[in-house]
């Protein structure tokens, strides 16, 4: 009994593995785990009478199944403070929010909301409540080339860069913040503090 509980256990073992593998070969190294993704797939919806395309990130089944965003987490902890309401971000020290496309991700410390800092290909900043409004709340990333953000989970609800929700199970719109930018520094308002 003990030896056939191993053996199922070794087989069952092996087929993870093999199913990890097989994701790693083909969806993570094609995908890549960098800031920008391909689009790959998408689908049609009908939107005020008129057909329109929604992408999705090529990301692989489990990166999908275990939400795991595109966008980084910026690295520099010091590069930014939460006071008073407003996220300040000092943007000599998050290059990454100065090339156009790139987004960061700001968690933990004293913030009340996780944030996603978009830099869009036009050249302006956005800020958004780094949650879907689906029941998993999952992470966001932009999308290149397609002006959406979208839940890095399976069900990839997407919106607009002003937050509503287009695609997808989500039943609201996501949060937006007002940005500005004072020397050299990005500042995001999470609330009137
Ligand atoms: S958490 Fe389900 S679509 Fe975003």
């Known amino acids: 009994m003990k030896n056939i509980s191993r053996r199922i256990f070794i087989k069952v073992a092996a087929a993870v593995t093999a199913v990890l593998a097989f994701d790693k070969l083909f969806m993570l190294n094609r995908s890549g ?7 790959a797939n998408a689908d049609t919806i009908i939107k005020g009478g008129k057909p329109v395309n929604i992408k999705f990130l090529n990301r692989s089944f489990f990166q999908r199944l275990f939400g795991k965003p595109v966008t980084p987490e910026t690295k520099n902890l010091n590069s930014w403070d939460f006071a008073n309401g407003k996220l300040r971000i000092d943007l000599e020290k998050t290059p990454e929010l100065k090339t156009p ?3 960061l991700r700001f968690e933990d410390r004293n913030l009340p909301v996780r944030v996603l800092v978009v830099f869009g290909e036009n050249k302006t900043y956005r800020a958004y409540q780094n949650r879907c409004t689906h029941i998993g709340h999952r992470r966001l990333d932009p999308v290149p080339g397609t002006q959406t953000v979208q839940c890095c989970s399976i069900n990839k609800s997407t919106y607009d ?10 039943p609201h719109p996501i949060t937006t913040y007002k940005t500005s930018v004072e020397n050299n520094r990005l500042i995001v308002t999470i609330s009137q503090g």
């Open 33 to 39: 785990l960098k800031q920008f993704v391909t689009t």
């Open 101 to 103: 496309g790139h987004a």
């Open 161 to 170: 860069l002003d937050g509503n929700q287009i695609y997808g199970p989500a």
